[in-house]
């Protein structure tokens, strides 16, 4: 026994293996994934409406007069969002199942009202808003949350119905519902967006247990309608060629990335400090919302960029932790559809800044300004909230612990449900 040990021992203090096996045992509990995601979500917002803040000031005091125009939106947008995620962590399964019908019949429709002229607004090549005076709604980020919960539930009802053992059954009317989302985000040049529609596609067939060659055969086919959209649009091509040659021309197709470089490398280990940067200063074109992780690398440092990649995989691990943990096909094909999609936006996003991916225009979830993309998101998380409630012992916890804020504020008030 060593001098340490004995201490240990005789002061009845844990040793080190003692606590990471208590550390281990955190993520056993039933409610560690409802607690992971509302945690990841909370800590990502705060984080976002800073940066937001700190991104935006210098050009928003430029041109409004006020460095907090753009702060305020996201907050309005927050106040938004939040209750539309607390109210979906609260519904039912099925009442969860009967919203995606409208909700993607809602999102084909929006789509297709953007593509007319009058109506659709186009902005770094695409074409991907709806203007109704002041505001702007963007249909696309809408329509993954509706794939995400129609295909779940496509799905879901054809296991049940034991008809996915036929690769026409599994793919009909998945494959012609997906493609047509598809083409209508096409239609409006928006790539990045594809790519997740894509990606939540793929996630699905995954999840379902689609045969190996099948999958690898739309898997090369998505790879050929990529490419094919690459190749067709010259700004695309010039973005394309950009990252490939990286030290091509820095004034045009390369200028974005190599800002947003310079402005994660210039941070150091723990940044300039926050409002401190340098790129939002007209430098960094987009900065507050596709390339908001630059402004948190320069005045965050590595270690802030770190806190959001750890915070990322931690929403991604217990994404995947309820889709394997819950018995309900649905819910497994949802909570995985979800996680694929915030997951792999964000690796598109991050990859894109630190310029190992090439620029497609996406934000940052929880991160990056804009209404469009929060509320959805927020929305999709207190989905997976509710998904969370569902597994094994989790219900049970939840009751031992008493009510929540919320309750308890309810019945301050005299308000609380007899």
């Known amino acids: 026994m060593t001098a340490v040990e004995a201490e240990e021992e005789n002061t009845g203090r844990p040793g080190p293996r003692e606590q990471v096996a208590a550390a281990v045992g955190l993520l056993d509990r039933p409610l560690t994934s409802y607690y992971l995601v509302l945690g990841c979500s909370m800590l990502l917002l705060a984080l976002g409406l800073t940066m937001v803040l700190s991104a935006s000031s210098v050009k928003q005091l430029q041109e409004t007069g006020s460095a907090y125009t753009l702060l305020q939106k996201q907050a309005m947008w927050m106040a938004l969002g939040l209750p539309g995620m607390w109210l979906a962590s609260r519904l039912p399964v099925k009442t969860i199942r009967v919203m995606a019908y409208p909700l993607l019949l809602l999102s084909i429709v929006a789509l297709a009202l953007v593509l007319v002229p009058g109506l659709g607004r186009t902005a770094g090549g695409a074409t991907r808003w709806i203007s109704f005076g002041p505001f702007q709604l963007q249909p696309s980020e809408p329509a993954k949350l509706g794939l995400v919960l129609w295909g779940a539930d496509l799905l879901a009802r054809k296991e049940r119905l034991g008809q996915l053992t036929e690769w026409r059954s599994l793919l009909v009317p998945l ?232 309750s308890r504020a309810l019945s301050w008030l005299g308000l609380a449900r007899r």
């Not at 939540?200 to 790879?223: K, S």
Request: proline share 6%; hydrophobic share 55%.
């Open 175 to 406: 494959l012609p519902g997906s493609g047509l989302l598809v083409l209508l985000v096409m239609l409006g040049n928006d790539l990045g967006t594809t790519l997740v529609l894509l990606t939540i596609f793929l996630a699905l067939l995954w999840v379902v247990g689609a045969p190996g060659r099948l999958f690898v055969g739309i898997a090369g086919l998505v790879c050929l309608l990529v490419s094919i959209l690459i190749v067709v649009e010259p700004y695309r091509m010039q973005r394309l060629t950009g990252f490939l040659d990286p030290s091509g021309n820095q004034l045009t197709s390369n200028y974005q990335g190599r800002q947003g470089l310079f402005a994660v490398a210039s941070g150091g280990w723990f940044g300039t400090g926050l409002g401190e940067g340098r790129a939002k200063w007209n430098y960094l074109p987009h900065a507050e919302t596709d390339f908001i992780f630059a402004i948190v690398g320069e005045e965050l440092g590595l270690v802030g960029t770190l806190v959001v990649l750890g915070l990322f995989g931690l929403l991604a691990y217990a994404g995947l932790r309820i889709a394997r943990r819950v018995k309900d096909p649905f819910t497994r094909l949802a909570a995985a559809g979800a996680t694929a999609w915030l997951v792999v936006q964000a690796i598109v996003n991050i990859g894109a800044v630190i310029n190992v991916l090439p620029i497609t225009g996406i934000p940052l979830p929880l991160v990056s300004y804009g209404g469009s993309a929060l509320i959805p998101t927020l929305i999709v998380l207190g989905v997976l909230l509710s998904f969370a409630k569902r597994e094994p012992g989790a219900r049970q916890a939840l009751a031992a612990r008493g009510p929540g804020p919320v």
